[in-house]
Nanobody, 129 residues
Framework: QGRLAESGGGLVQPGESLRLSCVGS????????????VAWFRQAPGKEPEGVSC???????HYVDSVKGRFTISRDDVKNTVYLQMDNLKPEDTAVYYC???????????????????RGQGTQVTVSS
């Protein structure tokens, strides 16, 4: 069965950067992330999950307004990994970040991303001075 695993979170100061990684596993069933839309969403304490970014099966990228110009999503099909480069981090970016896929080609809407069926365990990002 395919699985996702996030890494790369941490504690940083405002203005600093982090790169999150999402690795797909389950090679026996071909859980190849390169074929599917993969999204990042986040959840801060006491808040609803919020879609952040998505890369489609055709590598079209999508971002919510709050992260446009600061975050960059990309994929490395050889490593079966999707990245989220986060620059100029702000305290309001503090959350647990998850990657997720519905094993579909398209990203659909940001509201859909937290509802994708397969997700990892999450990685904590804390931005604080």
């Amino acid at each position: 069965q395919g699985r996702l695993a996030e890494s790369g979170g941490g504690l940083v100061q405002p203005g600093e950067s982090l790169r999150l990684s999402c690795v797909g596993s389950g090679a026996a069933q071909g859980f190849g992330l390169g074929y599917y839309a993969v999204a990042w969403f986040r959840q801060a304490p006491g808040k609803e999950p919020e879609g952040v970014s998505c890369i489609s099966g055709g590598s079209r990228t999508h971002y919510v307004d709050s992260v446009k110009g600061r975050f960059t999503i990309s994929r490395d099909d050889v490593k079966n990994t999707v990245y989220l480069q986060m620059d100029n981090l702000k305290p309001e970016d503090t959350a647990v970040y998850y990657c997720a896929t519905d094993q579909m080609h398209s990203c659909f809407r940001p509201d859909d991303w937290p509802r994708f069926a397969s997700r990892g365990q999450g990685t904590q990002v804390t931005v604080s001075s």
